[in-house]
């Protein structure tokens, strides 16, 4: 396999990639980016690599492959498309963005280009949900009939105030709320778990904060097999109970909590995967770009819970049910 070389983009939860680009030996991590020109020349330190604050200089290097980008969710497209324009791949972290106007431009972009776009869900990873997803598409609880999942976080005013620019969390226009920043995870793995939505009714609040986002919503799933689904995500929650995803079908049901159920398969399966499949983002990008093999959230798939997500904030807006279209 030929080696990738990367340049990362945000270095708070971006030290994840470098994390995981320092254990894969086909991946090289050439610079890193940070607004906080210490914490950037402190990472590069640390990994043998060069460092700068100014995006443009990764855009303009041509010894970087593949751009990563750990920035504000509202920076992340716009941000993928300067990067595939000047000719990288690229791959954002959680969510895609939020809105999905951005969303179809990296698209668009990504496809002009014959470039990879990805997004970065770890719970994709995991073989724990890899088994409950084989479960469900190969029937083992039959039809689903209802569908829940819980995202009950606990966020202070403190963190919303913080990040970095500061107070990033709470402004529309870098952020969502509860939904799209904590409840992203379960969102995503829902909608994967559960299949085609065709409309939804939402609500979302800003209960307990002072900011402009919400910190809790609900909203009502109508899914393509007539099953109803549910979801309510909050940042208000003492004390937190984090994930729980229940899924009721005609033969069985599946019951998952982050923090006291873990699923396990009924099922027999020869091996993990039946092809080969990346297990983190990195290993993602190693094989789209060398072998073609898809990953395991691109640009098409990552879109689908910005959708769902702003479709809910504007039910709760107009007070209508919202069709889906790009699911």
């Given at each position: 396999?030929?080696?990738l070389?990367?340049?990362?983009?945000?270095?708070?939860?971006?030290?994840?990639?470098?994390?995981?680009?320092?254990?894969?030996?086909?991946a090289?991590?050439?610079?890193v980016?940070?607004?906080?020109?210490?914490?950037?020349?402190?990472?590069?330190?640390?990994?043998?690599?060069?460092?700068?604050?100014?995006?443009?200089?990764?855009?303009?290097?041509?010894?970087?492959d593949?751009?990563?980008?750990?920035?504000?969710?509202?920076d992340h497209?716009?941000?993928?498309?300067?990067?595939?324009?000047?000719?990288?791949?690229?791959?954002?972290?959680?969510?895609?963005?939020?809105?999905?106007?951005?969303?179809?431009?990296?698209?668009?972009t990504?496809d002009?280009?014959?470039?990879v776009?990805?997004?970065?869900?770890?719970?994709?990873?995991?073989?724990?949900?890899?088994?409950m997803?084989?479960?469900?598409?190969?029937?083992?609880?039959?039809?689903?009939?209802?569908?829940?999942?819980r995202?009950?976080?606990y966020?202070?005013?403190d963190?919303?105030?913080?990040g970095?620019?500061?107070?990033?969390?709470?402004?529309?226009?870098?952020?969502?709320?509860?939904?799209?920043?904590?409840?992203?995870?379960?969102?995503d793995?829902?909608?994967?778990?559960i299949?085609?939505i065709?409309?939804?009714?939402?609500?979302?609040?800003?209960?307990n904060?002072?900011?402009?986002?919400?910190?809790?919503?609900?909203?009502?799933?109508?899914?393509?097999?007539?099953?109803?689904?549910?979801?309510?995500?909050?940042?208000?929650?003492?004390?937190?109970?984090?994930?729980?995803?229940?899924?009721?079908?005609t033969k069985?049901s599946?019951?998952?909590?982050?923090?006291a159920?873990?699923?396990?398969?009924?099922?027999?399966?020869?091996?993990?995967?039946?092809?080969?499949?990346?297990?983190?983002?990195?290993?993602?990008?190693?094989?789209?770009?060398n072998?073609?093999?898809?990953?395991?959230?691109?640009?098409?798939?990552?879109?689908?819970?910005?959708?769902?997500?702003?479709?809910?904030y504007?039910s709760?807006?107009?007070?209508?049910?919202?069709t889906l279209?790009?699911?």
């Open positions: 396999m030929d080696k070389r990367f340049g990362i983009i945000g270095l708070g939860r971006g030290m994840h990639g470098v994390k995981t680009i320092a254990t894969n030996e086909d090289i991590l050439t610079a980016c940070d607004l906080k020109e210490d914490k950037a020349k402190t990472v590069a330190e640390e990994n043998g690599c060069d460092w700068t604050v100014e995006y443009s200089d990764l855009l303009t290097r041509k010894d970087i593949v751009i990563g980008i750990y920035t504000p969710s509202g497209c716009n941000m993928a498309i300067e990067a595939l324009k000047a000719g990288k791949h690229a791959y954002v972290t959680k969510p895609m963005d939020v809105y999905t106007e951005p969303c179809t431009k990296a698209i668009k990504a002009e280009a014959g470039l776009l990805a997004v970065d869900f770890g719970r994709r990873y995991n073989n724990q949900f890899r088994k997803a084989r479960d469900i598409r190969n029937g083992s609880i039959g039809k689903i009939l209802a569908a829940d999942l995202v009950k976080w966020r202070t005013q963190y919303y105030e913080g970095y620019p500061p107070g990033w969390r709470k402004s529309t226009k870098t952020e969502g709320g509860s939904a799209s920043n904590q409840g992203i995870h379960g969102i793995l829902f909608m994967w778990l299949g085609k065709i409309d939804v009714y939402g609500l979302k609040r800003t209960l904060h002072d900011m402009d986002t919400e910190d809790t919503t609900a909203a009502i799933l109508n899914l393509e097999d007539g099953g109803i689904g549910t979801i309510v995500t909050t940042t208000c929650a003492t004390p937190p109970s984090g994930d729980t995803i229940e899924i009721n079908g069985g599946i019951l998952w909590n982050k923090e159920q873990p699923y396990e398969s009924k099922e027999e399966y020869g091996g993990e995967s039946t092809g080969e499949i990346g297990n983190n983002i990195i290993e993602d990008m190693l094989l789209a770009v072998k073609g093999i898809p990953p395991n959230v691109d640009g098409v798939e990552g879109r689908k819970s910005v959708e769902l997500i702003e479709a809910i504007n709760s807006k107009t007070g209508e049910v919202i279209k790009y699911q």
